[in-house]
DNA sequence: TTGTAGGCGTTATCAT
DNA sequence: ATGATAACGCCTACAA
């Protein structure tokens, strides 16, 4: 399919001048005499011109391009980034191309090499906090492709880590549960050789230390993040001990285990208190709505994107790993007073 | 930011030949010698030489680059389209650019700009099931940009349109419900000025007057596809009259539904039964688990980037509209008997 | 202020 | 079988 007919020559021809002037005029760059720039631009109108971005990337070697990758789509938290990196690229002039990267099972290639070709000019990987064993993509990656991480800095230089306060989050949640007077907190994590698992958890157990409790290991069950999983970890826990709180790691195993919870006849909050993470736009809609930790997961995107473009353009980001606050939401699954009856809003 | 050094003619030096030759060895094109080739072949290995797209897109006029457009990334179902799509692009050579294009509020820019300079191929239009003129976008478009739309056919020659039955898909449900012996169904629609929402509820009156049943006007119910709109419609209806059974026609909005129902007192599906449509995954763990209609979004996506690519390689789609089957799955908030227990695997 | 080369990395079309 | 030459659309010098 040939298009893009009009090129910066038809533009001269048809105002009468060569196409060096039009470039100029494009550039605004050099010396134009206003009543040529005038007759260049209604030419420019008149035919819909419009500059090749190819042929002006193989003179300029820039592209204006930016690669996101990441493992899965369809997932709210990395949607959300994304969505928040490709608005900011796009306010700065970048475009973005996608991949759902990772190498599949069947040894599907990875996207990388393709990136690369197309003079891709830096890479954003949004695996929410992976661990460093999945990360064998960065062997592909060129050594000197500006890259910005999610959650996991990999060690490399000039590569910038954005991701969330995962430690406090954990911590918030877990004091907001001692505050309220219990003391038997359960809790469920993502997958342990997850960074984002640690944290999260290694904030739950600050939090038990500073009130003087120590860390039962009859409390901690792990899951894989989905809501399945959390039902599981959630029978296991509740056959295996007693507890009065739950602070689950994000809101999909949230989801399994309020559903577990109900299964087994467990009032939630009256006998069990629930804290989830990851503030998901269907919290306050859950049986009952749940009380999260929220993740500002559009602001990361746009964060992450922010850093990238300054990377690429020689401004390395002053600090290695910037993190975003998380800070709780508090609605009724954890038995808390405070509630403002129906939410009206949601996006 | 420079990159992409090595060049055709770095690998032509090294292997001691004329970079002409090097591209006949990539391109598999002309007669090369097989002693020769394999030194070229080296030569590539040694320098680690990846062709540039840029290059190659300028002369031939082809960037196998497709741009998907939405307005609403972190939404399930544009998401999981979007995946699909860029998927199959992906299996077929092409990389997408997305962008959350359609034009905000204040008048920000259109991508489709920059995706024109940038060569894009074609463009997928990831808009579900919007009304007509929510799609002034078109008039942006080249006109003999090769065009596939979700859900919508825009009155355009070439424009290939694949969607779902959504009229199948609402009858499907609305039968269900009236075979488990339920006369007074209420339903809620997404906005009604969409097609999506139209078709839907089309399918929900057939069903009823196959039944000799009238439409109630009582029964029927508004939404904006949220949460917080189905918890407000179902508020209203039930302020309004009496039903036994509720079709909501997406399942966010199933979600506020369920939540209204359980603070008026309603239970599910003892005295009002409930089915949605879309089957997204956290459906499972609704309270009820919640019927639905299935959407293959996945799969809409695949089928619409390959319509895409096929139209681009000048092979115009046979059917101007395809539409996806939308199966009921049974699960309980509908109240039929069958249900396996707790679900165990979700994407 | 405006026009004339030269080249970005590649493919296509001729020669050789 | 291989090499030279001309595009592709544009920009950066440099000259006029």
């Known amino acids: 399919m040939k298009r893009q007919r009009v090129t910066i020559k038809d533009v001269a021809a048809q105002a009468g001048v060569s196409y ?9 760059k050099g010396e134009v005499a206003e009543e040529t720039r005038v007759r260049i631009q209604a ?31 369809s997932d709210y938290t990395h949607a959300r980034i994304i969505e928040g990196a490709e608005m900011e690229a796009r306010r700065r002039g970048y475009l973005a191309f996608v991949s759902g990267g990772e190498r599949g099972p069947d040894g599907e290639p990875l996207t990388s090499p393709l990136f690369t070709q197309h003079q891709t000019e830096g890479l954003l990987i949004v695996y929410h906090g992976a661990s460093r064993d999945q990360y064998t993509i960065f062997e592909q990656i060129p050594r000197d492709l500006p890259l910005v991480t999610i959650g996991y800095a990999p060690g490399r230089p000039g590569v910038a880590t954005v991701g969330v306060q995962n430690v406090e989050g954990g911590r918030r949640a877990t004091e907001h549960l001692l505050r309220l007077g219990h003391r038997r907190i359960a809790t469920i994590s993502g997958p342990m050789q997850m960074y984002a698992s640690q944290e999260r958890r290694r904030g739950y157990a600050k939090a038990l230390q500073a009130t003087g409790l120590d860390v039962d290991s009859a409390l901690l069950g792990e899951g894989d993040w989905s809501s399945a999983s959390g039902y599981r970890a959630t029978r296991e826990l509740l056959a295996r001990t007693e507890f009065t709180a739950l602070f689950v790691q994000n809101d999909r195993m949230a989801m399994g285990a309020l559903q577990a919870l109900r299964e087994q006849g467990r009032r939630v909050p009256d006998e069990v208190a629930v804290v989830g993470f990851d503030d998901i736009p269907s919290t306050p809609y859950f049986d009952p709505p749940l009380t999260t930790v929220h993740q500002p997961t559009y602001e990361l995107g746009e964060l992450a994107a922010r850093l990238l473009i300054d990377l690429i353009n020689g401004q390395p980001s002053s600090a290695d790993l910037t993190r975003l606050p998380t800070p709780l939401v508090v609605r009724r699954s954890c038995g808390a007073e405070a509630y403002r009856p129906p939410p009206s809003s949601e996006r």
Chains 1, 2 share one sequence.
């Open 20 to 28: 060096q002037t039009v470039s100029r005029v494009l550039n605004a």
């Open 43 to 73: 030419a420019i109108d008149a035919l819909e011109y419009r500059p090749s971005a190819i042929a002006r990337s193989l003179v300029s070697q820039r592209t204006h391009v930016l690669g996101l990758l990441t493992a899965d789509f």
